[in-house]
C-alpha cells in the first residue's frame, strides 16, 4: 500500500505521522540497516540478520512459555509492529507459522520484501504508522514489538496501536513490546527519534484502558522498558 493511500485513524494528527513517514523513509534511503540497528553503520546482509536472530533468541525463544501458551509455533501466526526491512522477521518466519509485519515506511517495506522474498510465510505491509487495517481482521496469536515505540513521539498513536493490537490478538494472547522508559529533559525534540516516555503507572493506565492486564514489566526508567500486556 502506498503512502498516498494511507488515511490517518480519526483522532489523530496527520502531521505527526506525515513527519514519522516521511523521517523513516529518509532514514531508510539514507542508511536502512544503521537506523534500524545503530550498533553499526556497515552492516552486511549476514550481520544485520543474524542480529534479528539473536533478539529473537533472547526475547521470544527465552519466553516461550508467555509467548506460545502450550501451542505449537508452526500453528501460530504473530505480528511485528515496525517490522522495518524484516532484521527480525526472517527469525520469526523460521520459528512460526505465519508473520505479519507492518511499517510506516514504505522504504523500509520495499526493502524488506526484496530482502525476504525466500520466506512465503512472512508477509510485510506498509501501514499508517498508528494502526492495523491494512492487515483486515486477521486472528493473531502473539504481537510483538522492539525499538520501536520508543522513537513514537505522540503517546495518542501508541495508544492507537495498542488498541489495535488488542482488536486482533486472540483471547488470552500477549503482545510483548518495549517502550522508552527514560525520563528525557523538557527541551528534548520530540521527533521521529525521541519518542515520548512511559512510568510503570503510564504503561498500566494504558493496559487497561486498552483492554490488557500488565501482567509483566522489566526495564522500568530505562530506554529498554518492556511490557507483557496480555488480552482479557
Same mark, same amino acid.
Given at each position: 500500500?502506498?503512502?498516498?493511500?494511507?488515511?490517518?485513524?480519526?483522532?489523530?494528527?496527520?502531521?505527526?505521522?506525515?513527519?514519522?513517514?516521511?523521517?523513516?523513509?529518509?532514514?531508510?534511503?539514507?542508511? #536502512?540497516?544503521?537506523?534500524? #540497528?545503530?550498533?553499526?553503520?556497515?552492516?552486511?546482509?549476514?550481520?544485520?540478520?543474524?542480529?534479528?536472530?539473536?533478539?529473537? =533468541? =533472547?526475547?521470544?525463544?527465552?519466553?516461550?512459555?508467555?509467548?506460545?501458551?502450550?501451542?505449537?509455533?508452526?500453528?501460530?501466526?504473530?505480528?511485528?509492529?515496525?517490522?522495518?526491512?524484516?532484521?527480525?522477521?526472517?527469525?520469526?518466519?523460521?520459528?512460526?507459522?505465519?508473520?505479519?509485519?507492518?511499517?510506516?515506511?514504505?522504504?523500509?517495506?520495499?526493502?524488506?520484501?526484496?530482502?525476504?522474498?525466500?520466506?512465503?510465510?512472512?508477509?510485510?505491509?506498509?501501514?499508517?504508522?498508528?494502526?492495523?487495517?491494512?492487515?483486515?481482521?486477521?486472528?493473531?496469536?502473539?504481537?510483538?514489538?522492539?525499538?520501536?515505540?520508543?522513537?513514537?513521539?505522540?503517546?495518542?498513536?501508541? =495508544?492507537?496501536?495498542?488498541?489495535?493490537?488488542?482488536?486482533?490478538?486472540?483471547?488470552?494472547?500477549?503482545?510483548?513490546?518495549?517502550?522508552?522508559?527514560?525520563?528525557?529533559?523538557?527541551?528534548?525534540?520530540?521527533?521521529?527519534?525521541?519518542?515520548?516516555?512511559?512510568?510503570?503507572?503510564?504503561?498500566?493506565?494504558?493496559?487497561?484502558?486498552?483492554?490488557?492486564?500488565?501482567?509483566?514489566?522489566?526495564?522500568?526508567?530505562?530506554?529498554?522498558?518492556?511490557?507483557?500486556?496480555?488480552?482479557?
Amino acid at each position: 500500500m502506498s503512502s498516498s493511500s494511507q488515511i490517518s485513524p480519526a483522532g489523530l494528527d496527520a502531521s505527526i505521522l506525515n513527519k514519522m513517514r516521511d523521517e523513516w523513509d529518509q532514514r531508510s534511503r539514507e542508511n #536502512a540497516r544503521h537506523y534500524i #540497528a545503530t550498533a553499526n553503520s556497515t552492516w552486511d546482509s549476514r550481520e544485520f540478520y543474524e542480529s534479528g536472530r539473536l533478539n529473537v =533468541y =533472547y526475547e521470544i525463544l527465552n519466553d516461550l512459555g508467555n509467548v506460545c501458551q502450550d501451542k505449537n509455533p508452526k500453528q501460530m501466526k504473530v505480528l511485528e509492529i515496525g517490522c522495518g526491512t524484516g532484521r527480525m522477521s526472517r527469525s520469526l518466519g523460521e520459528v512460526f507459522g505465519e508473520v505479519y509485519g507492518v511499517d510506516i515506511s514504505g522504504e523500509m517495506i520495499a526493502q524488506g520484501r526484496n530482502d525476504l522474498a525466500d520466506m512465503p510465510n512472512v508477509h510485510l505491509f506498509q501501514n499508517s504508522g498508528a494502526d492495523l487495517k491494512v492487515l483486515g481482521d486477521v486472528q493473531i496469536d502473539f504481537a510483538f514489538s522492539y525499538i520501536v515505540f520508543q522513537h513514537i513521539p505522540s503517546r495518542e498513536v501508541i =495508544y492507537s496501536y495498542t488498541r489495535e493490537v488488542n482488536r486482533l490478538l486472540r483471547p488470552g494472547g500477549l503482545f510483548k513490546f518495549q517502550v522508552q522508559g527514560a525520563q528525557l529533559q523538557p527541551d528534548a525534540p520530540r521527533d521521529s527519534w525521541l519518542g515520548v516516555p512511559f512510568t510503570e503507572a503510564d504503561a498500566i493506565e494504558m493496559a487497561e484502558a486498552c483492554g490488557f492486564e500488565a501482567r509483566y514489566r522489566h526495564g522500568i526508567g530505562s530506554q529498554y522498558f518492556w511490557l507483557w500486556f496480555f488480552k482479557k
